[in-house]
């Protein structure tokens, strides 16, 4: 008998089992609602891209202007992801990217602080029936 073997198919069970209760709707909702979005507390499922924007935006917000290498360690993403957040972000107008010699900084637009607001009061319309976003 292989060594590990029973782990690894309990193991294996388990997630299936896991992912049959997520997608059968027989798992009890989870009471961390608006409040892991407001905290930033580690949820269950992975960041959704809207989530990870409004993160990018927060970290700007709260820093006031910053490089990209200080936002990235906030949110958390590889480098090439965040690459992908930020580009767009500066594309749609929500940061503003201004370069300082070989510095760049960013800051938040005003088209950025509405966005960050409208996807808040989104997020407490959702949570009062029991979603997140």
């Not at 292989?2 to 896991?18: D, I, P």
């Not at 500066?90 to 966005?115: H, I, M, P, Q």
Request: charged share 30%.
């Amino acid at each position: 008998m292989r060594s590990g073997g029973y782990f690894r198919s309990s193991l294996t069970s388990q997630v299936v089992e896991e992912s049959k209760a997520s997608h059968d709707g027989t798992r009890t909702p989870d009471s961390r609602t608006m409040s892991s979005l407001e905290e930033g507390t580690p949820d269950e499922r992975p960041r959704s891209a809207l989530r990870i924007r409004l993160e990018i935006l927060e970290a700007v917000k709260e820093e006031g202007p910053s490089r990209s290498t200080r936002i990235s360690r906030r949110t958390k993403l590889s480098h090439v992801r965040f690459v992908r957040y930020l580009e767009e972000l500066v594309s749609l107008g929500l940061l503003e990217e201004d370069r300082n010699g070989l510095e760049k900084l960013y800051t938040v637009t005003a088209r950025g602080l509405d966005f960050v607001s409208r996807v808040r009061e989104t997020a407490a319309l959702v949570a009062s029936f029991g979603f997140t976003i």
